[in-house]
């Protein structure tokens, strides 16, 4: 069965600093995804992760992965409060179809 | 363009009744998919279908839940005798292909309150 689980699952940081929030996965993957989660509301499309090295930047976010280890990062750069939201790793694998498998989410605040 | 839309947003319902559920993917996209997401979790898959028919059904969690998508565009979900653990928001979403090789878009979602 593939579980994917992420960490932290709380995460309060302060504006201007980095960190990171990392996702694991238990089997090899076809595609990860990222999504960001605004309370009450759906799940926005942020990153597609096809291949081991990979990775994307959007701002002040950078996600990479490496198949090899089974671990996806986001990286946040010197946040600010409009990143507050909770993110969320999904990955798809052939064998289990088109489903897309979710971690727990990180929730995320930043403080003014 | 028009993203996946959803309703009702919010239904409250009784123990014990039927309610449908309704998702209009985003026009052109020949997967459509649904998931539920309890409180503080990620979505949980549900069902994906390709065109008219179920590929894959699997998540389902018993038979009081069924989906149907006739014409292979809007789907509805419905579920029978409603009870409280199924109180949920419920998450369409669709995608230009099966989600292996595309992005899945999600819709605002219904909030559902079985009382």
């Known amino acids: 069965e593939l579980k994917v689980e992420q960490n932290p699952l709380f995460l309060s940081m302060q504006e201007g600093k980095n960190y990171t929030i990392y996702c694991n996965y238990s089997?090899?993957?076809?595609?990860l995804y990222w999504y960001r989660q605004d309370p009450g509301k759906s799940l926005e499309s942020l990153f597609v992760l096809l291949s081991n090295g990979a990775v994307k930047q959007e701002g002040r976010l950078m996600a990479s992965l490496d198949t090899k280890a089974r671990l996806s990062t986001l990286h946040i750069t010197a946040a600010v409060h409009d990143l507050s939201a909770t993110y969320f790793c999904a990955v798809t694998l052939r064998t289990s179809g088109s489903r897309l498998t979710f971690g727990e989410g990180t929730q995320l605040t930043v403080n003014p | 363009g028009a993203g996946v839309s959803q309703t009702p947003s919010n239904k409250v319902t009784e123990k014990g009744k039927y309610v449908e559920l309704r998702c209009d993917p985003i026009s052109g996209h020949t997967a459509l998919y649904w998931y539920r997401q309890s409180l503080g979790q990620g979505p949980e898959f549900l069902i994906y279908?390709?065109?008219?028919?179920?590929?894959?059904d699997s998540g389902l969690p018993n038979d009081r839940f069924f989906a149907v998508r006739p014409e292979g565009s809007v789907s509805t979900l419905k579920i029978q005798r409603t009870e409280r653990g199924d109180s949920a928001v419920y998450l369409c979403?669709?995608?230009?292909?099966?989600?292996?090789?595309?992005?899945?878009?999600f819709g605002p979602g219904t909030r559902l309150l079985v009382l």
């Open positions: 279908f390709q065109g008219t028919g179920a590929a894959d």
């Open positions: 979403a669709s995608s230009l292909g099966p989600a292996s090789q595309e992005t899945q878009y």
């Open positions: 089997t090899t993957s076809d595609r």
